[in-house]
C-alpha cells in the first residue's frame, strides 16, 4: 500500500526552496507511517515461520506497541508487550496507548527499567519463551533487517524530483531504508529524537551508502521531551498546513527542517521532502501530561 499523497506545504521560503510532505501517516489509522512498513515484511515472515504470537518491546506511549497490538489481531497473531516501567501494571485505564493495545488483544508484562535493558540479551529472551511459549521476536521500535526492506519502499518514482529527504530518527530503521533507496542525487537528513551519538554506529549496520547526515540539535533534551517553543510551532503549523505533527518524532523534524532553511543550510532552488511517519496516536497521552504540568495542549485533527 502507498501514501495517499504527497502535499506541498504553503509557506514562502527565501531562495525559491519547496517543502512538500510525504503523508505517510495517512497509510493505515491505527498501524500508520513507519510503523506500516516496519512491520509488513515481519508479519510476512512470522507466517511464513508459523509463529502464532507477537513478542515486542516498548513505553508507556509507543507507537509500536499500539501499532503491533492492532496489526497483530487484524492478521490473526495473539500479542505480547514488554512494557518498560513496572510502575504502569495498574494504570492501564488512564493510559491512551495501553489502553488500545489491551483492547486490541495485547498481553502485557510490566518489567523494571533495569529488566528492560535486557531486551537484546539471548538469556532474558529465552527466559520469556520459557513464561509466553514461542514467539515470533520483533525488536523495540520493529527495526530489523526486514523492517529496513519495508522502509525502502517509502521512497516512488515521483519522488526523484527531490534533492534532499528529511525524516525523524529513534532506532534507525527508518532512515536507513530511505538512505538505501535514494537516488544518487539525494540527500538524506536524519533528525534524531534522543539525545547521544550512538546512532550512527546502528544506521551502518543497515545502510549501504555514505548520502547521509544526522542533524543532531533538535531533540529538545531528548526523546519525549517538549517545551512551549515546540507546542507553539506544532500549533501554528497545524493551523496553517492543517497537518497534525506529531511530539516525538515529527513534531521536531519539521521545526529543524525549516530553523535550517532560515539559516541558510539550503541551497537555492532545493526541492526538500518530509516524511511524515505518523504518530499522532500519542498526542493524546502528550497532552495528558502537558495538562498536568499546566502547559498548553497540541491541536489536533478530529
Known amino acids: 500500500m502507498n501514501p495517499v499523497f504527497n502535499q506541498s506545504i504553503d509557506i514562502q521560503f527565501p531562495n525559491n526552496i519547496s517543502l512538500t ?28 515461520e508459523n509463529k502464532k504470537n507477537l513478542l515486542t518491546f516498548g513505553g508507556a506511549f509507543s507507537n509500536h506497541i499500539a501499532a503491533v ?11 505480547i508487550g514488554i512494557i518498560r516501567g513496572d510502575e504502569l501494571f495498574d494504570k492501564i485505564e488512564e493510559n491512551p496507548t495501553l489502553k488500545f493495545a489491551q483492547e486490541n488483544g495485547m498481553q502485557f508484562e510490566f518489567v523494571s527499567r533495569e529488566n528492560y535493558r535486557l531486551k537484546n540479551e539471548t538469556s532474558y529472551v529465552e527466559s520469556l519463551k520459557q513464561k509466553f511459549g514461542d514467539f515470533y521476536l520483533v525488536p523495540e521500535g520493529g527495526t530489523n533487517l526486514l523492517a529496513v526492506k519495508g522502509c525502502e519502499e517509502i521512497l516512488t518514482d515521483e519522488d526523484a524530483v527531490f534533492n534532499y ?49 544526522l542533524i543532531s540539535d533538535y531533540h529538545f533534551g531528548g526523546y519525549g521531551k517538549i517545551n512551549i ?65 499546566k502547559l498548553p495542549t497540541l491541536k489536533i485533527d478530529a
Request: glycine residues 10%; contains cysteine; charged residues 25%.
Open 21 to 48: 510532505i510525504k503523508r505517510e501517516d495517512l497509510i493505515h489509522p491505527f498501524v500508520s507511517g513507519n510503523k506500516f512498513r516496519k512491520l509488513k515484511y515481519n508479519l510476512l515472515q512470522a507466517k511464513a
Open 69 to 79: 497490538a492492532f496489526a497483530g489481531k487484524e492478521q490473526g497473531f495473539k500479542t
Open 165 to 213: 529527504v528529511c525524516c525523524a530518527v529513534g532506532t534507525g530503521g527508518t532512515i536507513s531504508g530511505l538512505i538505501n533507496s535514494a537516488l544518487q542525487h539525494q540527500k538524506i537528513l536524519g533528525f534524531p529524537a534522543l539525545k547521544g551519538d550512538f546512532l550512527t554506529d546502528e544506521i551502518r549496520i543497515f545502510a549501504k551508502k555514505d548520502n547521509w547526515n
Open 229 to 293: 517553543e515546540l507546542i507553539e510551532f506544532m500549533n501554528a503549523f497545524f493551523e496553517e498546513n492543517k497537518v497534525s505533527l506529531d511530539p516525538i518524532y515529527t513534531g521536531k523534524m519539521v521545526f529543524g527542517v525549516i530553523d535550517l532553511i532560515r539559516k541558510n543550510y539550503f541551497p537555492a532552488d532545493s526541492k526538500v521532502l518530509l516524511i511524515h511517519t505518523g504518530g499522532l496516536q500519542g498526542i493524546e497521552g502528550m497532552n495528558l501530561r502537558l495538562e498536568q504540568k
